[in-house]
Nanobody
Framework: QVQLQESGPGLVKPSQTLSLTCTVS??????????WSWIRQPPGKGLEWMGG???????YYSPSLKSRASISRDTSLNHVTLQLRSVTPEDTAVYYC??????????WGQGTQVTVSS
């Protein structure tokens, strides 16, 4: 069974960089045809796809976040990392990592709350 676990600071100050890690167990992040996504949900709003990294290491970003987001991976640790620069209170959200396979998200992490506040 594949499991995803997000981790990172719960509180970040405005203008700082948010760093989150998604640790994957029960499967490899380099396995063909899997896409590892970061998705967030601000309070009272819907899910927002932020970007992701596919099995060959290529990354893709939402146009609205491309200038601030970086997604990378560590294949030895089997985890995927999200960095979001210059955060504002509008970046307050629950952040999820999820695996996309054959056009649908089949595994999700439980999510981690991030609050941007001074």
């Amino acid at each position: 069974q594949v499991q995803l676990q997000e981790s990172g600071p719960g509180l970040v100050k405005p203008s700082q960089t948010l760093s989150l890690t998604c640790t994957v167990s029960g499967g490899s992040i380099t396995e063909n045809f899997f896409y590892w996504s970061w998705i967030r949900q601000p309070p009272g709003k819907g899910l927002e796809w932020m970007g992701g990294i596919i099995w060959d290491g290529n990354t893709y970003y939402s146009p609205s976040l491309k200038s601030r987001a970086s997604i990378s991976r560590d294949t030895s640790l089997n985890h995927v990392t999200l960095q979001l620069r210059s955060v504002t209170p509008e970046d307050t959200a629950v952040y999820y990592c999820a695996r996309l396979r054959l056009g649908r998200y089949d595994f999700w992490g439980q999510g981690t709350q991030v609050t941007v506040s001074s």
